[in-house]
């Protein structure tokens, strides 16, 4: 069974930075892909970064990019989403995802496999 737990949400002002952490576990995921989704109130769940576990490129929705970076620790089956110069708008539950959509950059949640629980991360001004 396939398990996604993350963590490192939290408070923070407009400009800081957090990092999330996804632990998974359950199967081998070499042939997967590991990203971060997040959901607004009252809106959808949308992209936000995606990195496959077997190397490449990441690949990042167009309004985190130069701020988040997407990473992962193959040894602890773990994905990171390291966000800096946080604005409002980025207030959301974030949820790491897990996908075996091959040779696409970006996805959406239709497409995702399996979901974590999720993690609020709150961005004041």
């Known amino acids: 069974q396939v398990q996604l737990v993350e963590s490192g949400g939290g408070l923070v002002q407009v400009g800081g930075s957090l990092r999330l952490s996804c632990a998974a576990s359950?199967?081998?995921?070499?042939?997967?892909?590991m990203g971060w989704f997040r959901q607004a109130p009252g809106k959808e769940r949308d992209f936000v970064a995606r990195i496959r576990w077997s190397g490449g490129p990441a690949y990042y929705a167009d309004s985190v990019k130069g701020r988040f970076a997407i990473s992962r620790d193959n040894a602890k089956n773990t994905v990171y989403l390291q966000m800096h110069s946080l604005k409002p708008e980025d207030t959301g539950v974030y949820y790491c995802?897990?996908?075996?959509?091959?040779?696409?950059?970006?996805?959406?949640?239709?497409?995702?496999?399996?979901w974590g629980q999720g993690t609020q991360v709150t961005v004041s001004s």
């Open positions: 995802a897990v996908d075996s959509s091959p040779n696409i950059a970006t996805i959406t949640a239709t497409q995702v496999d399996y």
């Open positions: 359950g199967r081998t995921f070499s042939r997967y892909s």
